[in-house]
């Protein structure tokens, strides 16, 4: 069973700087595009940035120079590094995961249970 977990939410004052983490466990073999998404109360879930096997990186236009997605595929984890964090960067990060592949089979759009990330003004 493929899992999702993500660690580094917290409560941050605005222009501070996170860090969050997503590692993925579950005899993997392959990890296709990972991405972290965010929810904010009454709001949709964006996309905030993703990442393919080869490092290429999109971000939503809201995070760009702030934000910076990077992994190490040797230990299947995703990472966000948000930096000059504001009051509207507020919501419920989730790290996903397009495509698993794991010695049990494939797993599409895997999803982790989110963590918080509050920035006060």
């Known amino acids: 069973q493929v899992q999702l977990v993500e660690s580094g939410g917290g409560l941050v004052q605005a222009g501070g700087s996170l860090r969050l983490s997503c590692g993925a466990s579950?005899?993997?073999?392959?990890?296709?595009?990972m991405g972290w998404y965010r929810q904010a109360p009454g709001k949709q879930r964006e996309l905030v940035a993703a990442i393919t096997r080869g490092s290429t990186t999109n971000y939503t236009d809201s995070v760009k120079g702030r934000f910076t997605i990077s992994r190490d595929n040797a230990k299947n984890t995703v990472y966000l590094q948000m930096n000059s964090l504001k009051p509207e960067d507020t919501a419920v990060y989730y790290c996903?995961?397009?495509?698993?592949?794991?010695?049990?089979?494939?797993?599409?759009?895997?999803w982790g249970q989110g963590t918080q990330v509050t920035v006060s003004s």
């Open positions: 579950g005899s993997i073999l392959r990890i296709n595009t």
């Open positions: 996903a995961a397009d495509l698993i592949v794991t010695r049990a089979g494939l797993n599409y759009d895997c």
